[in-house]
Protein backbone atom coordinates (compact mmCIF):
# COMPACT_ATOMS: atom_id res chain seq x y z
CA UNK A 1 0.00 0.00 0.00
CA UNK A 2 1.37 3.24 -0.75
CA UNK A 3 2.69 6.00 1.96
CA UNK A 4 -0.14 7.88 2.70
CA UNK A 5 1.93 10.94 2.65
CA UNK A 6 2.36 10.19 -1.14
CA UNK A 7 -1.52 9.66 -1.74
CA UNK A 8 -2.61 13.04 0.50
CA UNK A 9 -0.25 15.66 -1.10
CA UNK A 10 -2.06 18.49 0.29
CA UNK A 11 -2.48 16.92 3.73
CA UNK A 12 -0.94 19.55 6.05
CA UNK A 13 1.15 17.53 8.24
CA UNK A 14 2.85 15.85 5.56
CA UNK A 15 3.84 19.35 4.52
CA UNK A 16 4.62 20.28 7.14
CA UNK A 17 7.03 17.70 7.06
CA UNK A 18 8.50 18.32 3.98
CA UNK A 19 9.30 21.88 4.98
CA UNK A 20 10.78 21.22 7.84
CA UNK A 21 13.14 18.64 6.27
CA UNK A 22 14.13 21.29 3.46
CA UNK A 23 15.19 23.97 6.03
CA UNK A 24 17.33 21.36 7.78
CA UNK A 25 18.78 20.13 4.59
CA UNK A 26 19.23 24.31 3.00
CA UNK A 27 22.07 26.61 4.50
CA UNK A 28 20.83 29.84 6.01
CA UNK A 29 22.48 32.74 4.22
CA UNK A 30 22.24 36.08 5.94
CA UNK A 31 22.96 39.14 3.51
CA UNK A 32 24.23 42.43 5.53
CA UNK A 33 23.79 45.35 4.27
CA UNK A 34 25.80 48.50 6.02
CA UNK A 35 29.40 50.56 5.97
CA UNK A 36 32.45 48.37 6.58
CA UNK A 37 33.85 48.72 10.44
CA UNK A 38 37.48 49.47 8.78
CA UNK A 39 36.69 51.79 5.66
CA UNK A 40 33.91 52.70 6.03
CA UNK A 41 32.26 51.66 2.36
CA UNK A 42 28.83 50.59 2.24
CA UNK A 43 28.41 47.17 1.55
CA UNK A 44 25.90 44.49 0.77
CA UNK A 45 27.32 40.43 1.61
CA UNK A 46 28.16 38.21 4.32
CA UNK A 47 30.77 39.76 6.10
CA UNK A 48 29.45 41.07 9.19
CA UNK A 49 31.29 44.23 10.33
CA UNK A 50 34.35 43.92 6.99
CA UNK A 51 33.25 44.42 3.48
CA UNK A 52 36.21 42.52 2.27
CA UNK A 53 39.17 40.09 3.42
CA UNK A 54 41.29 43.04 3.27
CA UNK A 55 39.63 44.88 5.61
CA UNK A 56 39.19 42.13 7.82
CA UNK A 57 42.93 41.30 7.66
CA UNK A 58 43.87 44.83 8.69
CA UNK A 59 40.73 45.56 11.54
CA UNK A 60 41.88 48.25 13.87
CA UNK A 61 42.66 46.57 17.55
CA UNK A 62 42.69 48.52 20.70
CA UNK A 63 46.41 49.60 21.11
CA UNK A 64 47.84 49.64 24.60
CA UNK A 65 49.78 53.30 25.13
CA UNK A 66 53.22 52.55 26.29
CA UNK A 67 55.21 54.65 28.55
CA UNK A 68 58.54 56.41 28.00
CA UNK A 69 59.87 54.40 30.10
CA UNK A 70 58.41 50.83 28.70
CA UNK A 71 59.55 52.07 25.02
CA UNK A 72 63.48 52.49 26.48
CA UNK A 73 63.02 49.22 28.46
CA UNK A 74 62.55 47.74 24.89
CA UNK A 75 64.46 50.01 22.82
CA UNK A 76 67.55 49.66 24.61
CA UNK A 77 67.08 45.77 25.12
CA UNK A 78 68.32 45.42 21.54
CA UNK A 79 71.09 48.08 22.04
CA UNK A 80 74.65 46.82 22.53
CA UNK A 81 76.54 49.99 23.69
CA UNK A 82 80.47 50.59 23.08
CA UNK A 83 83.06 49.72 25.64
CA UNK A 84 84.58 53.30 23.77
CA UNK A 85 82.95 56.28 25.29
CA UNK A 86 82.52 58.10 21.75
CA UNK A 87 81.86 54.45 19.90
CA UNK A 88 79.35 53.87 17.89
CA UNK A 89 76.07 51.45 19.64
CA UNK A 90 75.02 48.80 17.46
CA UNK A 91 71.56 47.73 16.98
CA UNK A 92 71.09 43.99 17.41
CA UNK A 93 67.64 43.65 16.48
CA UNK A 94 65.70 43.27 12.80
CA UNK A 95 67.95 45.26 9.96
CA UNK A 96 66.72 46.52 6.73
CA UNK A 97 68.63 45.75 3.77
CA UNK A 98 70.37 49.40 4.23
CA UNK A 99 71.17 48.06 7.36
CA UNK A 100 69.24 50.78 9.15
CA UNK A 101 67.69 49.25 12.60
CA UNK A 102 63.97 48.65 13.07
CA UNK A 103 61.89 49.45 15.96
CA UNK A 104 58.02 49.33 16.44
CA UNK A 105 56.66 52.14 17.40
CA UNK A 106 52.92 53.07 17.91
CA UNK A 107 52.24 49.77 15.36
CA UNK A 108 54.15 50.83 12.92
CA UNK A 109 57.70 49.91 11.90
CA UNK A 110 59.84 53.13 12.47
CA UNK A 111 63.81 53.16 11.79
CA UNK A 112 65.62 53.38 14.80
CA UNK A 113 68.45 55.78 15.11
CA UNK A 114 64.95 58.20 14.81
CA UNK A 115 63.86 56.15 18.27
CA UNK A 116 67.11 56.67 19.66
CA UNK A 117 67.23 60.49 19.00
CA UNK A 118 63.30 60.74 20.20
CA UNK A 119 63.95 59.20 23.50
CA UNK A 120 67.48 61.57 23.69
CA UNK A 121 65.73 64.40 23.21
CA UNK A 122 61.30 63.93 23.12
CA UNK A 123 59.23 62.01 21.41
CA UNK A 124 57.92 65.09 18.99
CA UNK A 125 61.75 66.56 18.62
CA UNK A 126 61.75 65.40 14.70
CA UNK A 127 59.60 68.25 12.63
CA UNK A 128 57.70 66.55 9.84
CA UNK A 129 59.88 65.62 6.80
CA UNK A 130 63.30 66.10 8.55
CA UNK A 131 65.69 62.96 8.83
CA UNK A 132 67.90 62.22 11.28
CA UNK A 133 71.67 61.79 10.12
CA UNK A 134 74.79 59.74 11.47
CA UNK A 135 78.04 61.78 11.54
CA UNK A 136 79.67 58.30 12.04
CA UNK A 137 78.32 56.77 8.47
CA UNK A 138 77.67 53.38 10.45
CA UNK A 139 73.36 52.86 9.75
CA UNK A 140 73.03 50.83 12.71
CA UNK A 141 74.81 53.07 15.09
CA UNK A 142 71.92 54.48 18.14
CA UNK A 143 74.15 56.44 19.90
CA UNK A 144 72.83 60.02 20.47
CA UNK A 145 76.10 61.47 20.13
CA UNK A 146 76.55 60.27 16.79
CA UNK A 147 72.96 61.81 15.25
CA UNK A 148 72.06 65.04 14.13
CA UNK A 149 69.11 66.70 12.39
CA UNK A 150 69.26 67.52 8.79
CA UNK A 151 66.67 68.14 5.46
CA UNK A 152 66.61 65.23 2.87
CA UNK A 153 68.80 67.27 0.88
CA UNK A 154 71.17 67.67 4.02
CA UNK A 155 71.00 63.71 3.33
CA UNK A 156 71.90 63.38 -0.60
CA UNK A 157 74.56 65.69 -0.14
CA UNK A 158 76.67 64.08 2.99
CA UNK A 159 76.37 60.76 1.11
CA UNK A 160 77.56 62.09 -1.72
CA UNK A 161 80.57 64.04 0.01
CA UNK A 162 81.64 60.92 1.47
CA UNK A 163 80.93 58.69 -1.65
CA UNK A 164 78.23 56.17 0.46
CA UNK A 165 76.29 55.33 -2.04
CA UNK A 166 77.00 51.48 -2.09
CA UNK A 167 78.14 51.59 1.21
CA UNK A 168 74.73 51.10 2.72
CA UNK A 169 73.78 47.93 0.92
CA UNK A 170 73.89 44.84 2.91
CA UNK A 171 75.91 42.89 0.27
CA UNK A 172 78.70 45.31 0.05
CA UNK A 173 81.68 45.11 1.86
CA UNK A 174 82.34 43.33 5.26
CA UNK A 175 78.68 42.90 5.00
CA UNK A 176 79.29 41.14 2.02
CA UNK A 177 79.54 36.97 3.36
CA UNK A 178 81.91 35.99 0.40
CA UNK A 179 84.66 38.73 1.36
CA UNK A 180 88.10 37.96 2.38
CA UNK A 181 88.53 42.03 4.02
CA UNK A 182 87.33 43.44 6.57
CA UNK A 183 87.43 47.66 6.55
CA UNK A 184 89.98 47.69 8.87
CA UNK A 185 92.21 45.13 6.94
CA UNK A 186 91.45 48.00 3.56
CA UNK A 187 92.75 51.00 6.24
CA UNK A 188 96.05 48.36 6.66
CA UNK A 189 96.16 47.62 2.72
CA UNK A 190 95.65 52.04 2.26
CA UNK A 191 98.39 52.51 4.03
CA UNK A 192 100.98 50.13 3.13
CA UNK A 193 100.40 51.17 -0.62
CA UNK A 194 101.29 54.60 0.59
CA UNK A 195 104.91 53.49 2.09
CA UNK A 196 105.11 52.17 -1.19
CA UNK A 197 104.46 48.18 -1.03
CA UNK A 198 104.33 45.72 -3.68
CA UNK A 199 100.58 45.17 -4.62
CA UNK A 200 101.87 41.52 -5.28
CA UNK A 201 103.50 41.56 -1.99
CA UNK A 202 100.75 42.83 -0.60
CA UNK A 203 97.73 40.76 -1.94
CA UNK A 204 100.04 37.31 -0.55
CA UNK A 205 99.98 38.70 2.66
CA UNK A 206 95.96 39.35 2.91
CA UNK A 207 95.55 36.17 0.67
CA UNK A 208 93.49 38.23 -2.23
CA UNK A 209 94.35 38.78 -5.73
CA UNK A 210 96.58 41.36 -6.69
CA UNK A 211 93.39 42.87 -9.13
CA UNK A 212 92.02 43.29 -5.74
CA UNK A 213 94.72 45.39 -4.55
CA UNK A 214 94.50 46.95 -7.70
CA UNK A 215 91.23 48.43 -7.17
CA UNK A 216 91.35 49.71 -3.83
CA UNK A 217 94.41 51.43 -4.93
CA UNK A 218 92.44 53.02 -7.79
CA UNK A 219 89.49 53.11 -4.97
CA UNK A 220 86.79 51.55 -7.24
CA UNK A 221 86.55 48.78 -4.69
CA UNK A 222 85.85 49.58 -0.54
CA UNK A 223 85.86 53.35 -1.70
CA UNK A 224 84.21 54.46 1.34
CA UNK A 225 86.75 53.66 3.49
Not at 37 to 57: A, D, I, L, Q
Not at 107 to 125: I, N, P
Request: with cysteine; net charge positive.
Amino acid sequence: MANGCNMKRHNPKCLADTLLIRMLLSEVIIIYRRNCTRCGKYYEGRGKEFCSKHCSNTRIYPKKIESIQEIMNRFFDKVQKSDDPIGCWRWTGYRNKKGYGQFRLNGKMVSAHRVAYMLAHSMDSIPEGMCILHNCDNPECTNDDHLYLGTNQDNMYDRDRKGRQSHQSINVGERNGSSKLTEEKVRLIRLRIKKGDAQQVIAKEFDVSQGAISQINQNKHWKYI
